[in-house]
């Protein structure tokens, strides 16, 4: 009987702190990678670009680095039982698609506290209502209240309303409604409102969740997912929502929504590059926190973060980069500078070009459907104008500094400065450990407060232009309209004017053509006589008709700035003029 051969083990990285081989995991240590080594660099940036990835974990601090995929809730879990020693002063944990790591989400929720509520919200399942839904499907009419009507069940309240003195008799005849109540999933809401956000507190953690949106443009020939069959009302590009903690031991959790949560983990070509490009911010933090990356590749300075690279050395610097570095990176991954720039803030942007590009097709021929675009165009910005305006509320909550109320410090365990006598519970708390949320550094409050100018300066401002644009070249499309009718008004005029003309100048003659027809005594007639006043009737009529036209403005029947009369007063006045001078 043959024995089994042995599986090969992948090599344990040299050098390894001794803080990994006491956990007790042997499973962990082949797992782990030196992110300063040069030759790791380039698989771990191929593995954070792998959509087949789900999770890696970062140790670092100024002179280590060590990172790892794919880990187990059981490894995570070793790695939260023993405390960091102080070299790696921060990690960052990432997950994508949450719906698959429920139990590494439990843990988490567990080891920090979090609400049962927020873990809820974390662990929702992607699926939209009906199961076929989308991150980014058509809307329209088929949304969500227009598939839910809730509303038979408000006007059955009403009727069923009494005065308040006789109170509610009738909860025993409520009907049940046709069709159930609406189910209030997570991402179902995201996806409605763009501009849907969380800001949690809790006593080891501070948690944001926000829609993000990326400038892609699906190409449907490559088979691309109908997530990308957009609404004429939303913004062009993918919508994905992403949360942030940052923990009490300087740790950050970063959590990505599924981008095609019905592709069944079988990625098209088309998605693994909208994959690649939806992770570009995320991929940029990763890469800057390996010092081998400096020696890669010429990086633009835009793309530099000071996360664990400083110029300098000197002792203040480097007393502070253990408490700056957590809250660094926790601006970073919220500061997504690609999809900002792409979307609105560079010069000739999509919605800038459209603009332009729809002002020149008025004006070589305006029509109303520029109206029904314009309109479009319009509630795409204001989407806009909302989701940025929902990142300045978003950054006013992280800076907003919590303190302690009466209420919350009255009948409890917590120890004031004007406390006199400590009490005899056991469970006492310092004031200062009993706040909510986890106060920033000094080096990300400041970024943060750059952020929110810079979005009023670069995004809001460049999408109320663009709104004010907008809202001019509607005018400007009704006027241009307006104008082209009154051109054709007055072609009718001046044929109809050319017409009345030609019929006035030939009615004194027609006149005396049957005067020179009809049978009168005495009077004889001849054709040299007939076109003699032939002659002098045509030609005072049409001296007549030319002074007319002079007079009243309409010569050569068409509308002309100034009458003859007005003309001759001002060569009149003009003379004068020049004799007084």
Known sequence: MSTPEPVEQPPIEENLPQYYHNLGCPDLLPKLKNLDDFINVRHLENAVTNPYSRNFMVDFGDDDAFTAFDLSTDLYSHLFRTPRPSSLYTRWINIWYPYDHQSTLELIAERYDLSPRLLGLMCSSPHRAGGHGTANDSRGSSSFFAAHRPMRYLKHLQERAIELEEGWKGWKDIPIADEPLPDLNHYLIADEVWHYNSVDWGRKYVCIGYNSVH???????????????????????????????????????????????????????????????????????????????????????????????????????????????????????????????????????????????????????????HIDRLHHIGRQLAVLKRLYQSYESIIGHVLEK????????????????????????????????????????????????????????????????????????????????????????????????????????????????????????????????????????????????LGFGAVSGTMEGRMITRSASRTLFDMWRGARRKQVQ
């Open 215 to 369: 400038n892609i443009r699906a190409s449907q020939a490559e088979g691309a997912e109908e997530a990308f069959r957009q609404d004429e009302d939303l913004p062009q590009g993918k919508r994905i929502w992403n949360w942030l903690l940052l923990c009490d031991d300087k740790t950050v959790i970063s959590i990505s929504e599924d981008p095609f949560p019905h592709s069944g983990g079988h990625f098209s070509a088309e998605e693994r590059k909208l994959i690649l490009f939806l992770r570009r911010n995320l991929l940029n933090c990763f890469v800057q926190l390996s010092h081998a990356a400096d020696g890669t590749e010429k990086k633009s300075p835009l793309t530099t973060l000071p996360i664990r690279k400083s110029l300098g050395n000197s002792p203040e610097e480097k007393s502070h980069r253990p408490s700056d570095s957590p809250g660094l990176l926790f601006y970073f991954l919220f500061d997504d500078w690609y999809s900002h720039y792409s979307l609105v803030i560079r010069r000739e942007h999509r919605y800038q070009a459209e603009l332009n590009r729809m002002r020149q097709d008025m004006l070589r021929k305006a029509e109303l459907k």
């Open 402 to 545: 919590q303190t302690a109320t009466p209420a919350s410090l009255a009948n409890s365990n917590i120890i004031t400065s004007e406390s006199q006598e400590p009490l005899a519970s056991s469970q006492q708390v310092v004031e200062s450990e009993s706040m909510l949320g986890v106060s920033l550094s000094s080096a990300a409050r400041v970024r943060f407060l750059r952020l929110k100018d810079r979005i009023r300066l670069f995004a809001l401002s460049e999408i109320q232009d663009c709104m004010d644009q907008k809202e001019s070249l509607v005018f400007m499309n009704f006027n241009l309209i307006a104008i082209k009718e009154s051109y054709a008004v007055e072609r009718l005029t001046r044929i109809t004017l050319l017409l009345g003309k030609v019929t006035i100048l030939f009615m004194p003659v027609s006149l005396m053509t049957g005067y020179f027809g009809a049978e009168l005594t005495d009077a004889t007639f001849d054709v040299k006589k007939y076109w003699i006043s032939f002659t002098v009737i045509l030609t005072m009529s049409a001296i007549l008709l």
